[in-house]
T-cell receptor
Framework: GDSVTQMEGPVTLSEEAFLTINCTYTATGYPSLFWYVQYPGEGLQLLLK?????DKGSNKGFEATYRKETTSFHLEKGSVQVSDSAVYFCALRGAGGTSYGKLTFGQGTILTVHP | EAQVTQNPRYLITVTGKKLTVTCSQNMNHEYMSWYRQDPGLGLRQIYYSMNVEVTDKGDVPEGYKVSRKEKRNFPLILESPSPNQTSLYFCASSPYGGGPGNTIYFGEGSWLTVV
């Protein structure tokens, strides 16, 4: 079945540092890929998405590129802020059938940014 | 405003006392589902529904029941809660058509503690 693997956390950075959170996936067909963010005490927010190979999703300075050849969707940001401290989830959505509406999530990566 | 509304948001209950977490969406979506979030495991799908009166098990259905009598509502029922069901629960909805890149909307989450 489908699966998503995220880099082990937690990740601790200083403000203005470069961020990479690795995400790889296993799926049949052509899934859509997502990054969700969960700020402390809050629900899930969609951060960005990509629906086909080589697509780049971007939002709030974050970027991720759908790499089918390496089955990866790594999240990057050039300069993190304290306000980016949150839990980040990589997820995929299957292309059809009963998996259509289902998101398969990675285990989440806790990011803490210090001033 | 497009919304998925869950209630209660926070609940502490005792082992064996039946409880229901309600979920309602105002977007006329066909597909609804429930997830639980646990540290180090990400989010896992409990049950899903592709339309009224059509429900099926997700990845972790044991100890849960659902019903879909109306399109907008998808309650999660814990007939006899146990401490291992202590978790953060999310309801989600999405339209069925339009491709896997369609946005999946999440509720704000329900923190459930079973003592």
């Amino acid at each position: 079945g489908d699966s998503v693997t995220q880099m082990e956390g937690p990740v601790t950075l200083s403000e203005e540092a470069f961020l990479t959170i690795n995400c790889t996936y296993t799926a049949t067909g052509y899934p859509s890929l997502f990054w969700y963010v969960q700020y402390p005490g809050e629900g899930l927010q969609l951060l960005l998405k990509a629906t086909k190979a080589d697509d780049k999703g971007s939002n709030k300075g974050f970027e991720a590129t759908y790499r089918k050849e390496t089955t990866s969707f790594h999240l990057e940001k050039g300069s993190v802020q304290v306000s980016d401290s949150a839990v980040y989830f990589c997820a995929l959505r299957g292309a059809g059938g009963t998996s259509y509406g289902k998101l398969t999530f990675g285990q989440g990566t806790i990011l803490t940014v210090h001033p | 405003e497009a919304q998925v509304t869950q209630n209660p948001r926070y609940l502490i209950t005792v082992t064996g006392k039946k409880l229901t977490v309600t979920c309602s969406q105002n977007m006329n979506h066909e597909y609804m589902s429930w997830y639980r979030q646990d540290p180090g495991l990400g989010l896992r799908q409990i049950y899903y529904s592709m339309n009224v009166e059509v429900t099926d098990k997700g990845d972790v259905p044991e100890g849960y029941k659902v019903s879909r009598k109306e399109k907008r509502n998808f309650p999660l029922i814990l007939e006899s809660p146990s401490p291992n069901q202590t978790s953060l629960y999310f309801c989600a909805s999405s339209p069925y058509g339009g491709g896997p890149g369609n946005t999946i909307y999440f509720g704000e989450g329900s923190w459930l503690t079973v003592v």
